[in-house]
């Protein structure tokens, strides 16, 4: 197998480090030009992002310096950056990418950029050829796994940001958010980052006010909303279904005689208040009044953590799903270990039967098509009972972590050649001659040799 995984992540180095190990996309190719041409990799593909920068490489004799690498193409001094590097190899390695893909090794916790990442990386690397043989399975195999884990569990059907909260509580009141109108109060980050969710989920109109004015009409012009003069704030919110507000006012904007007013103008539509204000712009005794709604930055962040916990119990499902395809994935791989071998032992007695054959020919004489046909069935079935017992047992070797020490046995016995056959994937059996067409043959093939 002989994978290899160094990298710095969120978890492993703070981001002035990561950022040094950062490689730009028109980088990439030089970059990985440079990491296969080192001596004993066979195979390499770099993930570089805000949050990590990790090295995936394959080794055909099982040794790989990739600090050398990040050492010589960085410009680092030896150990400069050790404490931050992580390191796997073999089935670490293997489990490591599931998880990455997975998105269980991220920041947060089912979140779907990073798949999408690494599927460029993969893409990349594949154009130029950096991957094509068994990192190519495992880089394939992890994207299944990713898929498996999606549909299998809710990992990603939780909200866990401030924004993406608004949206959800906000679907939860009016059902659908297609055609409603919000109102920013304050043109701050997270008004523009609350905006933006809610319009991706179907709101249309939007308005803005802020003291300054001309702040609004910035931010209303992202939108191609409305700036409204702060003056005018009490008489135009009720034109909103959904109220943003973060002004930093010392006291509260919004109070419960305001609210009765806009929901008097509304003729009692419901109204949706955000509070991302500290101190806070709106008075909780809003929540009162029938028909008005209000979440403050507390209550938000108290939807988000319930969620990430939600998450966090579906992670635990799927690190038993990764390690049970990291199991099926190393079967796999032994499995393919002995093709070569079983391949190479079929193909050599075939060759040695086909040789008798030819050698004896002469002796025969002429033979009838059955005579043939006798002749092939029964030296098909003596090299086939032959097989069968070290076939059987490379098979069940492949489950077994001293599946080379067999393999060199069976390779011994047979004096098989030390090289790779040809790719194959072996027959489930070998092919058995019809018991009744083989004791049929036989005596024929006596009295022929007789005469």
Request: glycine fraction near 6%.
């Amino acid at each position: 197998m002989n994978f290899f995984v160094l990298g710095v992540n969120h978890k492993t180095a703070p981001v002035e480090v990561r950022e040094k190990f950062a490689i730009p996309e028109s980088r990439l190719p030089e970059a990985l030009g440079k990491l296969t041409s080192m001596d004993g990799i066979e195979e390499g593909m770099i993930v570089s992002t805000c949050n990590r920068v990790e090295i995936f490489a394959r080794s055909q004799n099982g040794h790989c310096d990739l600090q050398k690498f990040v050492r010589e193409y960085f410009g680092f001094s030896a150990g400069e950056y050790e404490p931050y590097i992580f390191e796997h190899q073999q089935l670490e390695a293997v489990k490591h990418v599931f998880r990455v893909a997975s998105s269980l090794d991220s920041m947060v916790v089912g979140e779907s950029q990073i798949l999408g990442q690494v599927k460029e990386a993969y893409a990349t690397a594949r154009a130029l050829g950096t991957v094509n043989s068994q990192l190519d399975q495992l880089l394939t195999r992890a994207f299944a796994v990713a898929k498996k884990v999606r549909n299998e569990t809710t990992i990603a059907t939780s909200s866990v940001s401030i924004a993406s909260v608004a949206v959800e509580l906000a679907e939860k009141i009016f059902g659908s958010l297609s055609g409603k109108s919000v109102y920013l109060v304050g043109a701050g980050k997270m008004c523009e980052l609350a905006a933006r969710h809610l319009i991706a989920h179907g709101a249309k109109k939007i308005y803005v006010g802020n003291r300054t004015y001309d702040r609004a009409a910035a931010l209303a012009e992202k939108f191609d909303g409305e700036a409204i003069p702060f003056e005018r704030l009490y008489d135009t919110a009720p034109w909103a279904d959904i109220i943003i507000s973060s002004t930093g006012a010392p006291h509260a904007i919004f109070r419960k005689e305001h609210g009765e007013k806009f929901l008097h103008a509304r003729k009692n539509r419901p109204m949706f208040f955000i509070d991302i204000a500290v101190p806070r712009d709106i008075d909780p005794a809003l929540n009162d009044l029938d028909g008005i709604f209000v979440y403050n930055i507390d209550d938000l962040q108290q939807v988000v953590q319930s969620h990430i916990g939600d998450r966090r119990k579906e992670a635990v499902r799927a690190e038993v799903m990764v390690d049970e395809e990291v199991r099926k994935f190393e079967q796999r791989a032994q499995t393919a270990e002995v093709v070569p071998t079983i391949v190479s032992l079929q193909q050599h007695l075939e060759n040695l039967r086909q040789a008798e054959l030819d050698r004896v020919r002469g002796r025969l004489g002429s033979l009838t098509p059955d005579q043939e046909m006798a002749v092939e069935a029964l030296t098909k079935g003596i090299i086939n009972k032959i097989m069968h017992t070290p076939i059987t047992t490379l098979k069940s070797a492949a489950r077994d972590p001293e599946s080379t020490t067999v393999v060199d046995v069976v390779r011994k016995l047979f004096n098989l050649r030390a090289e790779k056959a040809p790719e194959a994937v072996p027959p489930t059996a070998p092919p058995q001659a019809p018991a009744a067409e083989t004791a049929a043959a036989s005596p024929s093939l006596t009295n022929q040799i007789r005469k």
